[in-house]
């Protein structure tokens, strides 16, 4: 373990178990309004204070750590499924499949990719699982290229020589055995992934085809702070540096999981 | 070199042709008719109407027909004309390119200015402190969301301490300067787009200088340079920069598509007038043709951008070119 690697897996950790814990440690219903204490600065009662509703952005904030990570999380599982198993098609099969799948790939990646989020999410309803499925769909190309040069490499190893031998299927040995061992760089850019799609959800939702209020998501949380922003600054600064601090903390796992892949 | 400039020229082409699959799939598989706004906000619109407005558009047509339609104009730059305001999109995009490719090159070179020398520094003396915190500097700057970072420098050097101008590219008196103060003027407008979109941008060069460098200082020719008594700064900035700073140019051409996608965001915020803010509105307004035009556009700008970034690449080091 460096310590780039404990520093953003503190982060991580805390910012998890604060949205697991939510309802438990959130002092108000993070929807309940309440229109005598509109927009009152951080206090005893509402420590983070609270926005134009009167709603206790502290609560708020922990529903709203719960939408963003989730959507951070799923979205990168979706990536990665896709990755994965077009990565290791094209590695494993090579020929005309790899040639297909890799020259998708490099289309792909020639868009810039918000755009392309952008204009889907916008066509079709701005919903949080249309967010994470669209988020997912357009970030996978990275890891099919690692998986698919591990891969590439690996099926030449005498043990899958010998899975051959005792007659395994390829489905078997793909999923079984080579995956498993390609997994390492790709745990790295699942880790940045992470904090790519949180940058991505809070991005959207702020600019209002994200997360859709009342649900609170960071993103959206920021853009009601950006109306106010002259007159209530708790709105804008603790979202932001709840953002902030936990790409921060994706990335840093991220790179410390590298460098320690490195070493060994 | 020529033959190599051809040959990837040509392997533009499948690039090129699934860049216009994806676009027209992206707008046509969703649900909803792009005539669907114009009639939707309008009771008055009749059953045949509709109709007529999506022969007019050609939407009556199979996808195919319509795809290959759309495909040969593409081919003559025809990239049809703008819903909202009838102008032609190419004429709309053409405007708005200089701007947001202007910002993306300054934004560039000050990441290169910045981040080059950071990366440098940090591997010769990898490990120590002040690697540690370049580490978490770039990463803090690749961590910041940019709409927030705006929006906090606009409040802050903008309104409060009033230095710089907040929106815009240019002053409202602009066409009184003298041609210094334009550029001034422009300058002054542009400083903190530039400065939000560099920041961000910053870890990926200098954390790939950083890793090249490490790399490059453990190499043989390096080990010989040190045995023959050369002085550390030699060694660094003679022998080891130049090859560690060959790959970045790849690097360069991979970070367009970020770049030019994250315009949207300061776009909108600072409100310059570039493609990304333009991008913004057609796809609020559902301005199909525009979206598409965008969308082809940026991607081509895109495999440009990498091509050139090759060209150059193969120009300095000639073994690429004897690959393949």
Same mark, same amino acid.
């Given at each position: ?12 950790i805390f ?14 219903d ?8 509109i ?10 204070g ?9 609560? !708020? ?6 939408v963003?990570?989730?959507?951070g999380? *799923? ?7 896709i ?26 990646l020639?868009?810039?990719?918000f755009?392309? *989020?952008l204009?889907?999410?916008? &066509? &079709?309803?701005?919903?949080i699982v @249309? +967010?994470?499925?669209? +988020? ?6 990275g ?5 698919r040069?591990? *891969?590439?490499?690996?099926?030449? !190893? ?6 051959h031998? *005792?007659?395994?299927?390829d489905?078997?040995?793909?999923? !079984?055995?080579?995956?498993p @061992?390609?997994?390492?760089?790709v745990l790295?850019s699942i880790?940045?992934?992470v ?5 991505v959800?809070?991005?959207l939702?702020? &600019?209002g ?10 993103? @959206? ?5 950006k109306?106010v922003?002259?007159?209530a600054?708790w709105m804008?600064?603790f979202?932001?540096?709840a953002?902030f601090?936990?790409?921060?903390g ?7 999981? !590298?460098?320690? &892949?490195?070493?060994? | 070199m020529?033959k $190599?400039?051809?040959?990837? #020229?040509?392997?533009?082409v ?38 007529r ?11 195919h027909?319509?795809?290959?339609d ?12 703008s819903f909202?305001d ?9 405007e ?6 202007g910002?993306n090159?300054?934004?560039i ?8 020398p950071i ?8 490990? =120590?402190? $002040? ?7 770039v990463?803090?700057g690749?961590?910041?969301p940019?709409f927030? #970072? ?13 230095l710089l101008?907040v ?7 602009f ?12 300058? %002054?407008?542009?400083a #903190?787009?530039?400065?939000? =979109?560099?920041f ?5 060069? =200098? ?19 040190r ?5 550390? %700064?030699d060694?660094? $900035? ?8 060959l ?16 315009s949207?965001?300061f776009?909108?915020?600072?409100s ?5 803010r ?5 796809v609020?307004?559902r301005? $199909?043709?525009v ?5 082809v556009?940026?991607?081509g700008l895109?495999l #440009? ?6 060209? =150059? ?10 690959e393949?």
């Open positions: 373990m460096n310590k780039l690697m404990v520093f953003g897996a503190g982060i991580v910012f998890a178990i604060a949205a697991i814990l939510a309802p438990v440690v959130t002092p108000y993070p929807g309940k309004i309440d229109i005598d204490n927009l009152t600065a951080p206090s005893r009662e509402h420590i983070l609270t926005d134009s509703l009167g709603r206790d952005l502290f609560s !708020r904030m922990l529903y709203g750590a719960r963003s990570l989730l959507v999380l *799923i979205a990168v599982g979706i990536s990665a499924i990755g994965v198993s077009l990565g290791a098609i094209a590695g494993y099969y090579g020929g005309f499949a790899d040639v297909l799948i890799m020259r998708f790939v490099d289309i792909m020639c868009f810039p990719t755009f392309l *989020i204009a889907v999410i916008a &066509l &079709l309803e701005p919903s @249309n +967010i994470m499925i669209i +988020i997912g769909a357009t970030s996978w190309m890891v099919a290229r690692l998986i040069a591990e *891969i590439l490499s690996l099926k030449e !190893r005498d043990f899958i020589y010998a899975e031998a *005792i007659g395994a299927g489905f078997r040995i793909i999923t !079984r055995h080579l995956i @061992n390609a997994m390492a760089p790295v880790t940045l992934g904090a790519a799609a949180i940058l959800e809070s991005s939702s702020f &600019l085809i994200g997360v859709q209020p009342p649900m609170p998501s960071w993103g @959206n949380i920021l853009s009601e702070g109306s922003m002259g007159a600054w804008m600064l979202p932001g540096t953002i601090i936990t790409v921060l994706y990335n840093l796992l991220g790179e410390g999981i !590298r460098e320690k &892949l490195l070493k060994s | 020529i $190599y400039i051809l040959r990837r #020229l040509i392997g533009l499948p690039l090129l042709l699934g860049i216009s699959i994806i676009t027209f799939a992206v707008i046509h598989l969703a649900p909803g008719k792009p005539t669907d706004l114009e009639a939707q906000f309008n009771p008055k619109v009749s059953l045949e109407a509709r109709e407005l999506n022969h007019i558009y050609g939407l009556d047509k199979p996808l027909i319509q795809y290959i759309w495909l040969k104009r593409l081919s003559r730059f025809d990239f049809g004309i909202t009838s102008r032609p999109v190419i004429a709309k995009i053409a708005r390119i200089p701007i947001t490719l910002i090159l300054a934004s070179i000050l990441i290169l200015l910045i981040g080059i990366g440098v520094s940090s591997a010769v003396k990898e490990k =120590s402190f $002040y690697d540690r915190s370049m580490t978490v500097f990463f803090a690749f961590a910041i940019t927030w #970072l705006s929006l906090i420098l606009m409040d802050i050097v903008g309104v409060r301490w009033g101008p929106s815009g590219i240019k002053s409202l008196d066409d009184k300067f003298t041609s210094v103060e334009k550029i001034i003027d422009i300058v %002054r407008h542009l #903190l787009p530039v400065f939000v =979109s560099a961000g941008g910053l870890a990926g060069i =200098s954390r790939y200088m950083r890793s090249n460098m490490v790399h490059v200082l453990k190499q043989d020719y390096i080990r010989t340079a045995a023959k008594g050369l002085s550390e %700064r060694i660094v $900035y003679k022998h080891a920069l130049k090859n560690a700073l790959p970045v140019v790849t690097i360069l051409g991979l970070s367009i598509p970020g770049l030019i996608g994250g949207v965001i776009e909108s915020i600072f310059i007038p570039g493609m990304g333009l991008f913004y509105e057609s609020m307004s301005d $199909y043709p979206i598409m035009g965008v969308l556009i940026g991607a895109t #440009l951008g990498n091509l050139l970034a090759d060209i =150059s690449y193969a120009a300095v080091d000639p073994r690429i070119k004897l393949n």
